[in-house]
């Protein structure tokens, strides 16, 4: 489903932060109908896609972007831009690496971990692996967190796990 949005902020006192788009009401009903979870990908300017949560705020429902999407799809706060979306069917609600997908599988008590999580912290891990460029260093990162998570009884604890990142990297050293 297509749509022209406009690029809006939320500014600096609201809770919600970074650039949206509202999504129109006629599109979030048909949306609804085909999507368990609100999770869809999201085409802008037919340039990037990428994947979002049609969160409600208010009275409206919209899509949380970020100044990476909005260079990459040659938008601006403000601006207009081409909106496409259809039902995210991935497994996660994200696409996952393959380095990632490949830990997961070769650790079995780590991946029936990862798989206890919430899909929102499972996204959050998994997004945390998508932003680094390099294969070695995502093949790194997802070991640690499933050895974070063996040695937490599956929970995550945020400033214990970039702590384990760090120290990960320290003995790695030569």
Do not use: W
Not at 30 to 56: F, G, P
């Amino acid at each position: 489903m297509k749509f022209t949005g406009n690029i809006l902020t939320f500014g600096n006192n609201s809770l919600s932060h970074g650039p949206y788009i509202i999504i129109p009401d006629d599109i979030v009903q048909e949306m609804l109908k085909i999507t368990t979870d609100k999770r869809v990908k999201c085409t802008l300017n037919n340039t990037i896609t990428v994947s979002r949560a049609m969160t409600l705020k208010d009275n409206f429902y919209y899509l949380l972007l970020n100044k990476e999407v909005l260079k990459k799809s040659n938008s601006t706060i403000g601006g207009n831009v081409i909106v496409e979306l259809q039902p995210d069917t991935s497994k996660y609600g994200i696409d996952i690496t393959e380095e990632m997908e490949e830990v997961l599988f070769s650790d079995p008590e780590g991946d029936n971990l990862f798989q206890k999580l919430t899909p929102g912290m499972q996204r959050s891990l998994i997004y945390m692996i998508n932003k680094i460029k390099t294969s070695q260093l995502r093949i790194e990162r997802s070991f640690v967190i499933l050895e974070h998570l063996k040695k937490n009884k599956g929970k995550v604890n945020s400033e214990l796990l970039q702590q384990d990142f760090k120290d990960y990297r320290n003995r790695m050293k030569f």
